[in-house]
């Protein structure tokens, strides 16, 4: 079966870190992707891994380790409009079309 | 300038009727994709096009048909539209299948069936 596992609700003050966790098991593996999506706005792409590894962009990192089935998306000099859901992505493998597979994503709220 | 729309943004309908949504994208992409998001948030995959071919069509009730006229195009028919139907759907594209492929999203339609 396919499982994608990210916490529901996280809360972070302004100029923190934070991280969030995201697990999965799926039947293939073809890469991870991170989405932004703000309140009643598109899902905004953040990040992709396939290797294991950090992959570092500005103030958002995201880091994978296939062996675990773990990823972690890492926010750092939090600012008041990253307050926003953040999806967990798993690209299944070729012959099923591109398809992604979403977590149900992970209500970040960034507090003063 | 923008990449993927869709229309409308909000559409309010009866139960029973019929309606389309609209998607189109000026990116060149050979990938376009609908999505179905609850009201848990859960996105999911209903339909993907490749090159006007459909190559993913998920357990989705035979109510809901695309239509891709043309690779920058992918339109989205409901028949009999159901209160269980009331949800935000969003159009996608990519370049391709590639495994790098990023897929970018539309602006989202939400619909709520009365």
């Known amino acids: 079966g396919q499982n994608i596992d990210q916490p529901t609700e996280m809360t972070a003050t302004e100029g923190a870190i934070v991280q969030i966790n995201c697990t999965y098991q799926?039947?293939?593996?073809?890469?991870l992707f991170w989405y932004q999506q703000h309140a009643g706005e598109a899902p905004t792409f953040l990040s992709y891994?396939?290797?294991?590894g950090l992959e570092e962009k500005g103030r958002f990192s995201s880091f994978l380790s296939r062996s675990k089935g773990y990823s972690y998306l890492l926010l750092k000099e939090l600012q008041m409009k990253d307050s926003a859901s953040y999806l967990c992505a798993v690209r299944a493998l070729g012959n099923q079309g591109g398809k992604l597979i979403f977590g149900q994503g992970t209500e970040l709220s960034v507090k003063p | 300038d923008t990449a993927v729309s869709q229309t409308p943004k909000y559409l309010v309908t009866q139960m029973g009727n019929d309606k389309s949504i609209k998607c189109e994208q000026n990116?060149?992409?050979?990938?376009m994709y609908w999505y179905k998001q609850d009201s848990k948030k859960f996105l999911k995959i209903m339909f993907s096009y490749n090159n006007k071919e459909l190559i993913i069509n998920e357990t989705v009730p035979n109510r809901f048909s695309p239509k891709s006229p043309d690779k920058a195009h992918l339109n989205l028919h409901i028949n009999s539209l159901e209160l269980g139907d009331s949800a935000v759907y969003f159009c996608?594209?990519?370049?391709?299948?590639?495994?790098?492929?990023?897929?970018?999203f539309g602006p989202g339609t939400r619909l709520t069936v009365l």
């Open positions: 996608a594209s990519s370049p391709g299948l590639a495994r790098t492929d990023t897929q970018y």
């Open positions: 799926t039947s293939g593996f073809n890469g």
């Open positions: 990116l060149g992409h050979d990938t």
């Open positions: 891994n396939v290797l294991d």
